[in-house]
C-alpha cells in the first residue's frame, strides 16, 4: 500500500513534483486536479477526505 498525499491549491507545484521523484510510489494530488477536490474546497471538507 503506498502513501497517498492531498495538497493545498496553494502550494508551488514543486513541492509535488520533488515529492514524486523521492519515491515514485507515492500517490500525491493537489486539490484543483482531475480526479481531485476542485478548488476553493473548504478545509473541512478535506481534512474528512
Known amino acids: 500500500m ?6 493545498d491549491e496553494n502550494l508551488h507545484p514543486i513541492y509535488k513534483r520533488q ?3 523521492s519515491n515514485p510510489n507515492l500517490v ?3 486539490i484543483g486536479e482531475p480526479n ?3 478548488l476553493s474546497t ?3 471538507e478535506i481534512l474528512c477526505w
Not at 503506498?2 to 495538497?7: E, T
Open 28 to 30: 500525491v494530488w493537489k
Open 19 to 21: 515529492l514524486i521523484e
Open 2 to 7: 503506498s502513501l497517498k498525499y492531498l495538497l
Open 42 to 44: 473548504l478545509d473541512p
Open 36 to 38: 481531485s477536490h476542485p
